[in-house]
DNA sequence: TGGAAACCCTGTAGCAACTACAGGGTCAAG
DNA sequence: CTTGACCCTGTAGTTGCTACAGGGTTTCCA
């Protein structure tokens, strides 16, 4: 099958695939005589592996971290363990920081609620008190929620 | 005073005030005869603006427009309104898919307990059965979750 | 048979929000 | 007078893609 045929299948944008390639994530296809690439259903799985931890949030280099444990079965799975440790308790970070996120944004959206002129704007004038007065931790020094880290890609 | 302690006061790297002022987001200082930046305190208080800005998860754009209605006071506040409520969607969202994240990964987390051999490993056959079945769903077709988009940035 | 649409190729540049140099100049202390 | 800490500009790297530009190929329909 040819890369349209199998970003179908995958639901993966065909850049995305070619993208993989050149990172090695996804094994050089043969090519037709014409240059195009040649997929089989060995790739079709390959990619749906890839595409599935990146829906578990993982980084292209843990990935291909992983790819090297289905290629050596033999070594131990400590480091697989260590993987999944590692991103759940980033996942849990994530959220911590987001709740502490929503509720300061649920203040300050408190602070104004129809639509009037912005010198009268509590959530500007929020905002303002906050970068000016000493005791706002939230963004001072080594940050501490981590929340700016996630919060937008 | 000079950049880096400018830096110090706010918690925020030489590099990135430099950056800042690149994107418009804080102004122009005057400079010395060597060239050397020389800020005053108003950029102190910009700068925490930015910076607490940044923390509650606004993109620069964003900001970028809030300082835009702290310069024109007369404007209605209505878009800043709507700003704050897409950010706290926003939120919402992430944490949505995060809570959803963190159930998938101890799910899988829950097929290894002790370090054994790869070919053994519960993830890796987790991870292998969800790529190859069509019944996960989590990252076939047009994404669900959303996940994969602020998992890490 | 011809021509348009749909597909494929490589290579490069862009996004966000920084971060990290390289290769210089300046300044204060000892 | 030299060492080290600071500052400057400019450019390139990061992550995970996405979007061209400027070509070639294949397929379908008339």
Redesign the pocket.
Do not use: D
């Given at each position: 099958m040819?890369?349209?045929?199998l970003?179908r299948l995958t639901g993966c944008?065909?850049?995305?695939i070619?993208?993989y390639e050149r990172e090695g994530l996804l094994d050089k296809p043969q090519r037709?005589?014409?240059?195009?690439?040649a997929y089989r259903h060995e790739h079709v799985a390959q990619l749906n592996f890839v595409r599935h931890c990146?829906s578990l949030g993982m980084?292209?280099?843990e990935i291909r971290l992983l790819q090297d444990y289905r290629a050596h079965p033999e070594r131990t799975c400590e480091v697989v363990n260590r993987l999944l440790d590692t991103q759940i308790e980033r996942v849990r970070e994530q959220i911590a920081a987001l709740h502490l996120l929503e509720q300061q944004l649920r203040a300050l959206r408190e602070r104004c609620h129809e639509g009037h002129a912005a010198r009268d704007c509590g959530i500007l004038q929020g905002l303002e008190q906050a970068a000016e007065g000493s005791e706002c931790p939230c963004h001072g020094r080594k940050r501490a929620t981590g929340a700016?880290e996630q919060a937008?890609g």
């Open positions: 040819r890369i349209g045929e970003a944008e065909v850049e995305t070619r993208y037709t005589l014409a240059g195009y690439r990146r980084t292209l280099a700016e937008r």
